[in-house]
């Protein structure tokens, strides 16, 4: 982890130590911010033919495939995930939760992140982000540790999800939004997440909530760790799933970094765009 990246863009090059690499972004002053909606940002590690999730090779569902993820990586998704106020997921995170198939997301218990508990104490701010759950189903556990030492939850449904389960996530977690009338949209979410005074938003769910953030024009800014293999395989998710945008959704180029040490010492780059 002590090797550094080197910065391509922007100008000059230079050589900057891969910890501390996207806390220097200050998502939490400069990132760009529309009539008071929250700053919200994604990320997502993909293979260079495009495949961020694969089929699970023993279970129904998707995965991140191990070829792609690794450490470097995982290092700069904590750091993404340590400056939000909330942290976007999905009803099937926590089934895969449930699943134990997986992690929690901000882990500032590892000791190999003990720094960013300590930047966050030092912004005072509560150990771990708040959690957004969007889901439709309602059809989810919400596992004890989750709401341990204070944490919220808040819920983001649509108008036609099954009352019942409404009431029974309610009864659990005290906060649902419906944000949508059969999908959640992106607009009455960002709203919705305003309100409750989230500023800094970190989405890290999948493809199809990440259409809805785009489809919506709240996606302000998009991390993309690009690893040096291709995959193959069928199916498979990419980073944007749902219909075709017309128009296309711009981009501009914020910054590269070239890792030259992963995955397996294969090398990765490490991009930045903003929605423009
Ligand atoms: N490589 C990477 O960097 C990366 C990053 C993120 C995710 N992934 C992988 O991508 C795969 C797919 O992730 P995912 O299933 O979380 O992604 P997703 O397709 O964005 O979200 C799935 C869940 O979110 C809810 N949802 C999505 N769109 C909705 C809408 N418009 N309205 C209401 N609810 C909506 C649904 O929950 P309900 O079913 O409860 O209604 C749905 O099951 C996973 O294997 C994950 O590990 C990879």
Request: aromatic residues 8%.
């Amino acid at each position: 982890m002590e090797e550094s990246v080197l910065q391509l863009y922007p100008l000059p090059s230079q050589e900057r130590p891969l910890k501390g690499l996207y806390l220097s972004h200050n998502l939490r002053e400069s990132g760009p911010r529309k009539n008071g909606k929250p700053m919200i940002y994604s990320n997502f590690v993909t293979s260079l033919d495009g495949r961020i999730a694969i089929a699970h090779p023993t279970r129904p569902g998707m995965m991140v495939p191990k070829a792609t993820a690794n450490e470097r990586d995982w290092r700069l998704f904590q750091e993404l995930a340590a400056q939000a106020d909330l942290i976007i997921s999905s009803g099937r995170y926590l089934r895969d939760w449930a699943d134990g198939r997986a992690q929690e997301i901000l882990q500032v218990d590892d000791p190999r992140f003990a720094d960013l508990r300590d930047w966050r104490r030092d912004w005072g701010l509560p150990a771990q982000p708040d959690i957004a759950i969007i889901s439709r189903s309602m059809r989810f556990p919400i596992p004890d540790v989750l709401t341990e030492g204070g944490r919220r939850i808040v819920v983001f449904t649509t108008a036609d999800a099954d009352p019942e389960r409404v009431t029974h996530v309610e009864k659990q977690l005290g906060k649902v939004i419906v944000a949508g009338e059969t999908s959640v949209e992106g607009t009455p979410l960002a709203q919705g997440m305003a309100g409750l005074g989230y500023q800094t938003v970190y989405a890290a769910a999948g493809p199809k909530i990440h259409h809805l953030l785009l489809a919506a024009g709240v996606l302000d800014r998009l991390y993309l760790t690009y690893a040096n293999r291709l995959l193959g395989g069928d199916p498979f998710s990419s980073a944007v799933e749902g219909p075709l945008f017309e128009p296309a959704v711009d981009m501009s180029l914020g910054a590269v970094y070239y890792d030259a040490h992963a995955p397996d010492g294969l090398g990765q780059l490490f991009v930045q765009y903003d929605n423009v």
